[in-house]
Nanobody
């Protein structure tokens, strides 16, 4: 399994970004997927996840209402739409593959990450 994130950038507070995660080497549509982030000097934390066909989504309280996770199973791609970005959203964002189709608590494969910086 291989995951490659893209879309990270420098953006001003209040701005938007869309992250993408291209998946390969496994049956993407059969697994729940998630996004995590790691700020400088801090541990990696959960951001959002969704089940194999995207019918159920989960968000960290800090991003709920501002971020939207989605997937295109035909294109083997996971997305994270981030709106109303805040400086505290600055982090490296990682895409992750779950160990099951609906398990959003166990992730076994990670991408290399993409940097998101929110600053004026």
């Amino acid at each position: 399994a291989h995951l490659v994130e893209s879309g990270g950038d420098l953006v001003q507070p209040g701005g938007s970004l869309r992250l993408s995660c291209a998946a390969s080497g496994f049956s993407f549509s059969r697994y729940a997927m998630g996004w995590f982030r790691q700020a400088p000097g801090k541990e990696r934390t959960f951001v959002a996840a969704l089940t194999w066909i995207g019918t159920r989504t989960y968000y960290a309280e800090s991003v709920n209402g501002r971020f939207t996770i989605s997937r295109d199973n035909a294109e083997n791609t996971l997305y994270l739409q981030m709106n109303n970005l805040k400086p505290e959203d600055t982090a490296v964002y990682f895409c992750a593959k779950s160990s099951g189709f609906a398990d959003v608590n166990d992730f076994d494969t990670w991408g290399q990450g993409t940097q998101v910086t929110v600053s004026s």
